[in-house]
């Protein structure tokens, strides 16, 4: 009977995973319904629920999930030991255990996550015209991002070796920020939960993770051992996936924006950083290091530094870890339809271009 149940319910759970992954894929304009009318339900309701909890709730469920298993495989071991029970018995009831779990995860990866890739553009929403640009039209982009780095760095507060200080109201900040976007473009408007600050930062560390999105519990957690600019930026981004924008590309740009409008100069500066650091390295493969170098040096002193503490930051964490992460990521994106994978965070730019060149013209 508990075989009959397991395989029932892991079956309904796949066949409803499966059904709405076909749908997303293959029925026009069901990604952008399921976005608007079904995917907000569960963030009004369970991303609520969730947020009443001031931890990462998913740190806690994977090292529960891992203390679960360990336990289930020392009891069967010590059954099949003292015979009451057989292997072909154990190895049965840990196959079933899987199926169920994995029908889990992969139902909650659809209803809450996946089926969001195939919603409208953000760029669509926003009427940007997206284009071709000229490297000219990119380096002016870039002396742009320049100006709103030091603009905003001569405003906010720094330690003693020079990084910026975040205020402990940062997360409030953020969520305020999104939902001031949210009153320009009706798309972003509704509940944002707090971001959460993961325990462990080392881990996302090593797998080169600024921020995270759980589709499993429906929280937005961010890696507070980075640099401390990083933080504003990273939580706007996780949050705006907490609209249905899953692509990496429109996250960056969402989160740049909300940054750029908020009026606090901590996100302000955090967003133009990003965001410069973007623009400038596709500058630089179109138009090489001269004009690179001649970008940055508009840039003040502080900000430079930062950028390079950043860098070293990173480069310690460099490793197989990594790059397990990287292409589990890379693989990730491509199964959702994003075809150039990691890539598609570069993207941002192609926004951006649009955005700054049609504010011009009007």
Not at 82 to 108: H, P, T
């Amino acid at each position: 009977m508990k075989v009959r149940r397991t395989l029932i319910i892991s079956g309904i759970l796949l066949g409803i995973s499966f059904l709405l992954q076909i749908l997303a894929r293959q029925v026009p304009g069901f990604g952008q319904w399921y976005a608007v009318t079904i995917y907000p339900f569960f963030v009004n309701t369970y991303a609520r629920f969730m947020s009443l909890f001031p931890f990462c709730v998913l740190e806690w469920v994977v090292i529960a999930g891992i203390l679960w298993v360990l336990f289930l495989a020392v009891r069967g071991i010590l059954r099949a030991v003292k015979k009451k029970e057989s292997v072909g018995r154990m190895f049965a009831n840990g196959g079933l255990f899987v199926l169920l779990v994995v029908s889990i995860l992969f139902c909650m990866l659809t209803v809450l996550c996946s089926v969001n890739y195939y919603r409208d553009e953000f760029s669509k929403v926003a009427g940007f015209e997206i284009r071709t640009h000229s490297t000219e039209e990119l380096r002016e982009l870039c002396v742009s991002l320049a100006e709103e780095v030091n603009a905003a760095s001569r405003q906010v507060e720094r330690d003693e070796e020079g990084n910026l200080i975040l205020p402990e109201d940062t997360g409030e900040e953020a969520m305020k920020a999104m939902e001031n976007l949210g009153r320009q473009y009706e798309a972003l408007s509704g509940y944002y939960p707090r971001p959460k600050k993961v325990l462990f930062g080392d881990v996302m560390s090593y797998q080169s993770l600024m921020g995270l999105y759980s589709a499993f519990t429906l929280e937005s957690m961010y890696n507070g051992d980075m640099m401390t600019y990083n933080v504003p930026d990273t939580m706007c981004h996780e949050l705006s996936h907490m609209k249905g924008f899953m692509r990496e590309d429109e996250a960056n740009f969402i989160a740049y924006l909300a940054c750029r409008e908020s009026g606090n100069p901590v996100l302000q500066y955090s967003g133009a950083m990003n965001a410069f650091v973007y623009a400038t390295n596709q500058l630089y493969a179109a138009a090489g290091s001269e004009v690179y170098a001649e970008i940055f040096s508009l840039v003040d002193e502080e900000p430079i530094q930062e950028l390079a503490k950043n860098d070293a930051f990173w480069q310690q964490f460099e490793g197989p870890v990594k790059e397990v992460s990287q292409a589990a990521n890379d693989a990730y994106l491509k199964a959702n339809d994003q075809e150039d994978g990691m890539k598609s965070y570069g993207r941002m730019v192609d926004l951006l271009l649009a955005e700054y060149f049609d504010q011009a013209e009007e």
